[in-house]
């Protein structure tokens, strides 16, 4: 994507690395300092290739991490319970189940590649970079969509580039924030309806972040990205208490009628 080959790569490459400039002081500095230059060029295709090769033994080392944690602690499973008894063994069962998933993988990749090859692409792509002439719109990969969105939403361009940051950094929250004492959704009704709120609202973020910034997409935007902040910080706890609550009043009703019959 940040090859700056093509001329919508050239100004995503220059769009993105520019966020860096919000950061007071120095944040100009900084982004000179990656382009290695004063404007992306050869010198910024270096370092984003040195970057690009480092991040394989990075993920390799991750996975190697994921799995002495996961040697320590144990697998989890679907229904969110602990429980040791009655576990199926890795082959064939699970061998087989994750290799149909794998092949609609393939299956699915295969006809974007065959078939449909520029359908994550853009037609101004296929112009030379020119850094003397901006795209009549910048528009980021579709994966990038959503958080281009909450960037666009707040007008201060730091607080806009911090929330677009926090809105990813949010997920490491989530382990605090989910205050039910059941793990997974599988037996919390509550959660499963306000998760497809959550995913609801990322594809009209996702919508959003493909449409220009007039009204009234620049409002639904800002309605969106404040539902995406709320969703983590205050839904997902208040939905935790109030199951666990509702669990603890309904084993008192059990206990007590148990004790009268």
């Known amino acids: ?14 769009v993105i690395t520019n966020l860096l400039s919000a950061i007071p002081f120095f944040g100009q500095d900084l982004v000179e300092l990656i382009w290695g230059g004063f404007s992306v060029s050869n010198a910024t295709l270096n370092r984003f290739f040195s970057l690009h090769y480092l991040l394989p033994f990075l993920l390799a080392a991750l996975v190697v991490a994921h799995l002495i944690a996961l040697h320590t602690h144990g697998s989890n499973n679907p229904n969110g319970i602990g429980s040791t008894t009655d576990r199926y063994s890795m082959h064939p069962y699970f061998t087989f189940k994750d290799l149909v998933t794998i092949f609609l993988f393939f299956l699915v990749l295969s006809i974007i590649v065959f078939y449909y090859p520029n359908l994550m692409g853009h ?39 911090i929330a677009m940051f926090g809105s990813l950094l949010i997920l490491l929250v989530l382990p605090l924030t989910d205050l039910s004492r059941t793990r997974g959704n599988q037996f919390r009704p509550a959660m499963k309806l306000f998760f497809w709120f959550f995913v609801v609202d990322f594809i009209i973020l996702m919508w959003i972040g493909s449409q220009h910034p007039t009204e009234p997409y620049v409002t639904i935007g800002q309605v969106a990205t404040a539902f995406y902040f709320v969703w983590f910080i205050v ?7 109030f199951e666990n609550t509702t669990m603890d009043v309904a084993t008192v009703h059990q206990s007590r009628e148990s004790k009268i019959n």
């Open 123 to 161: 037609s101004d792509n296929y112009i030379p970079a020119n850094p003397m002439q901006t795209p009549a719109s910048i528009v980021p990969e579709w994966y990038l969509l959503p958080f281009y969105a909450i960037l666009r939403s707040i007008p201060n361009k730091l607080l806009g580039v």
């Open 235 to 241: 839904i997902v706890p208040v939905v935790g208490i």
């Open 1 to 14: 994507y940040v090859l700056p080959y093509g001329q919508m790569s050239l100004w995503g490459a220059t």
